[in-house]
């Protein structure tokens, strides 16, 4: 698929039975952004924000964000233990990538060795 194609699909998507909307995605990333601009590190978001972003918590009605629209790890129990204990290797990987503009190839490939 083309990106131009590939990009009006994902702008003209309609609610789905779960509730999945543009909009809804939209505001993860957001949210996701702003626990990331808050920490100078991802070992530096507490536990509860790691957690968000990772998908292993299901939405509260403090925090309407369904972070799991992004990806979920909820049956994957050695992720949630990284994650739990703070495994500096999440960290070093995730700070591979930056936070706005384009993400080059060599990043990408950075954070997947």
Not at 39 to 50: C, E, P, S, V, Y
Not at 54 to 69: E, N
Request: charged residues 20%; glycine residues 8%; hydrophobic residues 40%.
């Amino acid at each position: 698929m083309f990106w131009s194609d590939y990009f009006e699909k994902v702008q003209s998507e309609k609610q789905t039975a779960y509730g999945h909307c543009m909009a809804g995605r939209v505001k993860v990333v957001q949210a996701a952004q702003q626990l990331f601009l808050a920490n100078a590190h991802f070992k530096d978001i507490n536990q509860l924000g790691r957690q968000k972003i990772s998908g292993l918590v299901k939405p509260s009605a403090q925090d309407d964000v369904d972070y799991r629209w992004f990806g979920s790890m909820m049956g994957a129990g050695k992720f949630w233990q990284a994650i739990n204990n703070n495994d500096k290797n999440l960290s070093r990987a995730l700070d591979l990538i930056q936070l706005s503009g384009e993400i080059s190839r060599n990043a990408y490939l950075s954070y997947i060795d």
